[in-house]
């Protein structure tokens, strides 16, 4: 098993890695402005979710497969690029719904707490760099003189994800609340969901250009 104090200093980078602009954080915001903070939770759940199958195909190998096929890595950006302008479609003819500020978030009835949990999930999974990514980064801190890489891999996979929960967690918080106070306005809830749509649409563009 590692120490801890790797696994410390593993947590500290993983906590910049989260913070640092990147595209879940941008979708956890949008969601949680858009849908209130715990359709945002829902979404970072989901994200975790994913981030323990990025995980997990580590520890087994599988990674290093994707990463060497390039139908597979072309396969996953265009499938996660399809869905991101699916949401915009969405997002752009949701309809504007002014509500009292004491009564919460506005949920449309395709937004509830297992839809959402859905959307993180294949954000993350759709997301081929993150899984690239984890190949590289988490073996970095495996030690094979302190147990099976694999086992050590697992636990680094586990302790990434409770900071990605921690920072993510903080954004859809702070976005809920944001988002809630548009609520009250139609117009503002107007513009909010179009600037929602061109934020997915902007993240689809991006995972469809990356390159291996």
Known sequence: MPTFD????FFGVAVLLALSPGPDNIFVLMQSAQHGWRAGMAVVLGLCLGLVVHTGAVALGLAAVVAASALAFTLIKLCGAAYLLWLAWGAWHAPALQQNPAAGAVAQPDTGALAMVGRGVVMNLSNPKVLLFFMAF?????????GPVSLQIMVFGAVFMLAALLVFGSIACCSGWFGRVLQTSAGAQRVLNRLASAVFVALAARLASLSR
Not at 6 to 9: G, R
């Open 6 to 9: 790797s696994v410390l200093a």
């Open 138 to 146: 988490l073996p970095q801190f495996a030690n094979p003189a302190r």
